[in-house]
């Protein structure tokens, strides 16, 4: 499976983005899906994680309320809607797949190549 992230750009404090992570290969339903997001000078964290029917969803305390990942399984494709963004939300955002939803990233085997997301104040 490889997935490719997308949306991300350049925006306000208090706006919204919409990234994408699409995959192509066989078996997108059979992975839950993780994001990640990492910062200048700062290790990959945790933001949040959808089950592979999209029935369960869990963040990070940080984006809780704020963020809300969702997906598409009939075009293989994961969204996590942003609001709410702040400066501290500025980082690289990374997709990956799992077997069952995991905030730790050691299990997750496919990675994206992350979507830069800045939020200036």
């Known amino acids: 499976v490889q997935l490719q992230a997308s949306g991300g750009g350049l925006v306000q404090a208090g706006g919204s983005l919409r990234l994408s992570c699409a995959a192509s290969?066989?078996?997108?339903?059979?992975?839950?899906m993780g994001w990640f997001r990492q910062a200048p000078g700062k290790e990959r964290e945790f933001v949040g994680a959808?089950?592979?029917?999209?029935?369960?969803?869990f963040y990070t305390n940080s984006v809780r309320g704020r963020f809300t990942i969702s997906r598409d399984n009939a075009k293989n494709t994961v969204y996590p809607q942003m609001d709410s963004l702040s400066p501290e939300d500025t980082a690289v955002y990374f997709c990956?797949?799992?077997?069952?939803?995991?905030?730790?990233?050691?299990?997750?085997?496919?990675w994206g190549q992350g979507t830069q997301v800045t939020v200036s104040s």
């Open positions: 990956a797949a799992a077997s069952t939803l995991q905030t730790n990233k050691a299990y997750y085997f496919y």
């Open positions: 290969g066989r078996g997108f339903s059979s992975y839950a």
């Open positions: 959808i089950s592979r029917s999209g029935g369960n969803t």
